[in-house]
C-alpha cells in the first residue's frame, strides 16, 4: 500500500462526520476501546491496553492493513491520537489527520519554514473541537481537527536564546499543559498552563531561578508529557539537567528542583512536593521519563504510586500522594553514586564527577533509558522498559568554561535491551535483548502481549510473561516512537512507526468468539 490522498469530492464526503470530531472530556479519564486520546493513551502513562483480541496464540497472523508514509527524512517520534475514527500524528512542523481504518490522508497541516532545532516531535492533543501543536520555534498551536487551519499561534519561548519544543501538550480540564527544552544553553526550565480558547497563560512553573542567579543553576527542561491523578488532582512531571551540563562547581547543592519528579496543582501551577533522582547531575541525567501512576497494593498495602526508571539507571517507586520514597533500586550497571540515602535518593560520588583527565562511568550521557516510553502490565506486576546499559568516559573541559555542556562523553560500550522489573522489587524478571540503537517505546495488553521495536528495525510482539518472541515484522527504517492499539467496528488495530512512515496491523479476519466489545466508532470512513 502507498499513501493516497483524497480528491476534493471525496474529501467532502467526510464534512458531516468531521463536523463531529470533538473529544469529549471524559474520553481523558477513561478512554473507550475506539480512542486513544492522548499522548499516553489515558492520564497514567501506563499504556496499558485492555484490548485483548490480539492474543499470544493468534498474534503471529498479523498482517498489514494499511500504510502511510510520510515522505518525511525526520524519524518518527510521535505517538498518533486516535479519536472518533481519525487518526493524528506528527513531524516536526507537521500534522496529518487519516482515517484510522484505511489511511487514507483526509488533511496536513505544514508550519512555516523556521530555524528551530528540529530534533523530534512526539504528538498533539486535543480539547473539543481542536488540536493542540507545538513547534521546532517554540511556538504553541492550536489547529481546528476537522481541516487543520490555524485559530490560534502563541509564542511559549524564545527561540533565538536557544529553546526548542518536541512534546504532546498534555490536556487537564481547561488547561493547556507545555514544556520546553533547551539544555544548549544556560536557560531557565519552566512549565506553562495555556488556556485552550485564547492562548493566554493561566500559570507558570520555574524548575529554576532566574539565569545570572548566584551560586544557583539554570536548566531543568520539561520536554517530556506528565501524567495526571485525577482523584488527588495532581499532574506529575520530569524535569532536565542543570547547567552547566558536566560541570557543577559554579553551582552547589542539590540544584532543585533539576532532575526531579514534581506533583503540581494543574489549576494553579503551585508545587505539592518535590523528589530528586540525580541530586547535583554532572551527567545530563534528565529525570523527564514516564512518571507512571499505579493503584495497587505495594508490600502488602494498597498504595498510590508513582514508578519512574530514570536516565540515571535506578528504578523509584514513589508514594504519589507526597513524594516519599517506596523503593530505589538499579536496573542496570551504575557505579557513579556511593549509596542511597534516607529519603531513598542516590548519594553523587564526587569522585565520579566528569574531569579532564575522564572518568569511566555507567550510564552513558543517553542515560539508562531516555525518552522511550516504558508500559506496566497490572496482571504480571511488571514494569517494562527500552534500557541501554552503558559505559563511558566523561571530561570536563575548563577551556570551555561554565556555558552549555562544559565538557564531553565518549562511548565505551553499551547495547538495547528490554527489561522486564517486577515492581514490589525491583528484580529484573526477564530481560530481551534488542540490539544497539534501539529507541521503542512499549505497549502491553490485557491478553498478555508486549509490543516495541528492536534496533535492526523489527517490530516485535512478546509474551509478557517471560519476554518470548511470538512475532516480528521488518519496517526498512529506524524505530523511535512508541506502539498504539485501538478497536474499530469490532477489529482490533496495532500502530507502529519506523523510520518517516506509520504502519497499521490487524488480525486477517475476526471470528466472532475473538472480538471484544465493539464500539460505536464512526467518522474518517468514506
Not at 498518533?80 to 513531524?91: E, K, Q, S
Not at 498552563?193 to 527542561?221: H, I, L, N, R, Y
Not at 518470548?468 to 524505530?479: D, M, P, V, Y
Request: overall charge negative.
Amino acid at each position: 500500500m502507498f499513501k493516497m490522498t483524497y480528491s476534493l469530492s471525496l474529501m467532502a464526503l467526510f464534512c458531516g462526520s468531521l463536523a463531529a470530531q470533538g473529544l469529549d472530556p471524559a474520553a481523558m479519564l477513561h478512554p473507550p476501546a475506539d480512542t486513544w486520546p492522548s499522548y499516553h493513551g489515558d492520564y497514567s502513562g501506563k499504556r496499558h491496553s485492555p484490548l485483548s483480541q490480539i492474543t499470544p496464540q493468534n498474534v503471529g497472523q498479523l498482517s498489514l492493513a494499511w500504510l502511510f508514509q510520510t515522505n518525511q527524512s525526520a524519524e518518527m517520534k510521535s505517538s498518533p491520537l486516535l479519536v472518533n475514527g481519525v487518526m493524528y500524528f506528527t513531524a516536526p512542523d507537521n500534522v496529518w489527520a487519516v482515517d484510522a481504518r484505511s489511511g487514507h490522508q483526509l488533511w496536513r497541516y505544514t508550519y512555516p519554514p523556521n530555524k528551530g532545532f528540529h530534533i523530534g516531535h512526539r504528538g498533539v492533543a486535543m480539547y473539543g473541537e481542536w488540536l493542540y501543536f507545538v513547534t521546532p520555534d517554540a511556538h504553541l498551536l492550536c489547529l481546528n481537527a476537522k481541516d487543520g487551519t490555524v485559530r490560534w499561534n502563541v509564542v511559549i519561548a524564545d527561540s533565538g536564546k536557544g529553546y526548542w519544543m518536541t512534546l504532546s501538550p498534555l490536556i487537564i480540564r481547561d488547561h493547556v499543559l507545555v514544556g520546553v527544552s533547551g539544555d544548549f544553553d544556560n536557560l531557565k526550565g519552566f512549565l506553562r498552563s495555556v488556556d485552550p480558547e485564547t492562548g493566554k497563560t493561566q500559570w507558570q512553573w520555574d524548575s529554576t531561578p532566574p539565569v545570572g542567579t548566584p551560586d544557583a543553576t539554570s536548566g531543568g527542561m520539561t520536554w517530556m508529557t506528565g501524567t495526571y491523578d485525577p482523584e488527588l488532582d495532581l499532574v506529575y512531571w520530569g524535569t532536565g539537567n542543570p547547567t552547566p551540563v558536566l560541570t557543577g562547581k559554579t553551582r552547589p547543592g542539590d540544584n532543585l528542583y533539576t532532575c526531579s519528579i514534581v506533583a503540581l496543582n494543574p489549576n494553579t501551577g503551585k508545587l505539592a512536593w518535590a523528589f530528586q533522582p540525580s541530586p547535583h547531575d554532572t551527567h545530563d541525567w534528565d529525570a523527564v521519563e514516564t512518571p507512571v501512576l499505579v493503584d495497587a497494593d505495594f508490600r502488602g498495602k494498597p498504595t498510590k504510586m508513582l514508578m519512574q526508571t530514570s536516565r540515571n539507571g535506578y528504578f523509584f517507586v514513589l508514594d504519589r500522594t507526597n513524594g516519599k520514597s517506596l523503593l530505589t533500586v538499579p536496573f542496570g550497571p551504575t557505579n557513579w553514586a556511593s549509596g542511597i540515602d534516607k529519603d531513598g535518593r542516590p548519594i553523587p560520588n564526587p569522585a565520579k564527577e566528569p574531569a579532564p583527565d575522564g572518568r569511566l562511568i555507567a550510564p552513558d550521557e543517553g542515560g539508562m533509558t531516555n525518552y522511550r516510553s516504558p508500559s506496566f502490565d497490572p496482571k504480571q506486576g511488571l514494569f517494562i522498559v527500552n534500557a541501554h546499559p552503558a559505559w563511558s568516559i566523561y571530561f570536563s573541559k575548563p577551556a570551555d568554561g561554565t556555558f552549555g555542556w562544559a565538557g564531553a562523553d565518549y562511548s565505551v560500550w553499551s547495547k538495547g535491551v528490554l527489561k522486564a522489573i517486577d515492581y514490589q522489587t525491583g528484580k529484573i524478571r526477564w530481560e530481551h535483548e534488542l540490539g544497539p540503537g534501539s529507541g521503542s517505546g512499549v505497549l502491553t495488553t490485557a491478553s498478555g502481549v508486549t509490543f516495541t521495536g528492536d534496533g535492526m528495525g523489527n517490530f516485535l510482539a512478546l509474551d509478557t510473561s517471560n519476554g518470548k518472541t511470538l512475532w516480528h515484522a521488518g519496517s526498512g527504517g529506524h524505530i523511535d516512537s512508541g506502539p498504539i492499539t485501538y478497536e474499530l467496528d469490532g477489529r482490533q488495530y496495532l500502530v507502529t512507526s519506523a523510520g518517516g512512515a506509520v504502519f497499521a496491523w490487524a488480525l486477517p479476519s475476526v471470528p466472532a468468539t475473538e472480538s471484544t466489545a465493539v464500539t460505536a466508532a464512526s467518522g474518517g470512513r468514506p
